[in-house]
T-cell receptor, first 111, second 113 residues
Framework: RKEVEQDPGPFNVPEGATVAFNCTYS??????FFWYRQDCRKEPKLLMS???SGNEDGRFTAQLNRASQYISLLIRDSKLSDSATYLC????????????FGTGTLLAVQP | DGGITQSPKYLFRKEGQNVTLSCEQN?????MYWYRQDPGQGLRLIYY???????QKGDIAEGYSVSREKKESFPLTVTSAQKNPTAFYLC????????????FGQGTRLTVV
């Protein structure tokens, strides 16, 4: 089983749609969780951290379910500019501080 | 401005040659990481380091080597033993404690010719 798993997509959605991505992780001791966005041929950039209580930033909402070991990202009112690959990232923390990326989910927002 | 710098942006190498990719950060981060990304794929961890003079193998360390002689620098050498070195290489750094989100350099595209 991979340490971090995501549905690779692609997700093709019309502008204005709501889209949700899920990600599961295998190490129950993992400490920090993030969503990153990567545009084509660019480096990943932090979209948002994911907190146990859930957190929202404008049209983006992130949730963490430690019991089921998954995190989610919800994008409301999709814009063309949201088209990118969304990467789930888990920091296993502890002595290793190992940072593991999911394979990414490709989102294409259509006009 | 604080940040993480990778150089060069594009690199061409002949088969059988070793090549070293540079990664420097002035964020005062303790932890540094090297990832490889192939077209349409996710990031795979090559090596990572939590402190100076210490580093650990990631998931695909074979054919690569690193050093961490200074906190600011974490160079990656792609050796001739790496069978498929053509890829996009990304360096990242984080604080060891706290939220520990990663900051990335702009990447190096290595092509073996």
């Amino acid at each position: 089983r991979k340490e971090v798993e995501q549905d690779p997509g692609p997700f093709n959605v019309p502008e204005g749609a709501t889209v949700a991505f899920n990600c599961t992780y295998s190490n129950s001791a993992s400490q920090s969780f993030f969503w990153y966005r990567q545009d084509c041929r660019k480096e990943p950039k932090l979209l948002m951290s994911v907190y146990s209580s859930g957190n929202e930033d404008g049209r983006f909402t992130a949730q963490l379910n430690r019991a089921s070991q998954y995190i989610s990202l919800l994008i409301r009112d999709s814009k063309l500019s949201d088209s990118a690959t969304y990467l789930c990232v888990v920091n296993q923390g502890g002595a290793t501080n190992k940072l593991i990326f999911g394979t990414g989910t490709l989102l294409a927002v259509q006009p | 401005d604080g940040g993480i710098t990778q150089s060069p942006k594009y690199l061409f190498r002949k088969e059988g040659q070793n090549v070293t990719l540079s990664c420097e950060q002035n964020l005062n981060h303790d932890a540094m990481y090297w990832y490889r990304q192939d077209p349409g794929q996710g990031l795979r961890l090559i090596y990572y380091s939590q402190i100076v003079n210490d580093f650990q193998k990631g998931d695909i360390a074979e054919g690569y080597s690193v050093s961490r002689e200074k906190k600011e620098s974490f160079p990656l050498t792609v050796t001739s033993a790496q069978k498929n070195p053509t890829a996009f290489y990304l360096c990242a750094s984080t604080r060891r404690q706290g939220k520990a989100e990663a900051f990335f350099g702009q990447g190096t595209r290595l092509t073996v010719v």
